[in-house]
């Protein structure tokens, strides 16, 4: 452990003062590709004039991994995001404090 002498050539004072070269082991970190979410409506055949009256019409977002648009040919595993009873699939997409979103949690996840 030293003080930084010089951050340009990137010594230290180390024992003895005698400058000390500092080699870092890690690299910058590389550009995360991330995913696509986009929003898709479906009117819900099941929820035609359920008892509640709740719209049939639903919003749900759904989660495309990188490249889902740029290679057509491959096949890719989506997330859809369907919500619960009284969820809204938006849900799955809103910043909450201290946690990550689904799309984030994903985009972390895939490699």
């Not at 870092?24 to 929003?39: A, E, V």
């Not at 495309?64 to 009873?85: D, E, N, Q």
Request: glycine residues 8%; positive net charge.
């Amino acid at each position: 452990m030293g003080v930084w002498r010089n951050w340009q050539t990137r010594t230290v004072e180390g024992r003895m003062g005698q400058p000390m070269e500092v080699r870092f082991l890690s690299r910058p970190p590389r550009k995360q590709m991330t995913g696509t979410t986009i929003l898709e409506v479906i009117n819900s055949r099941v929820l035609r004039k359920n008892a509640l009256g709740d719209p049939s019409l639903r919003r749900f977002p759904v989660y495309l991994p990188p490249s889902y648009t740029t290679h057509r040919t491959k096949h890719y595993p989506v997330c859809y995001m369907l919500a619960g009873f009284t969820g809204r699939g938006e849900s799955f997409t809103h910043r909450q404090a201290f946690s990550e979103t689904l799309p984030d949690q994903l985009d972390r996840l895939i490699k």
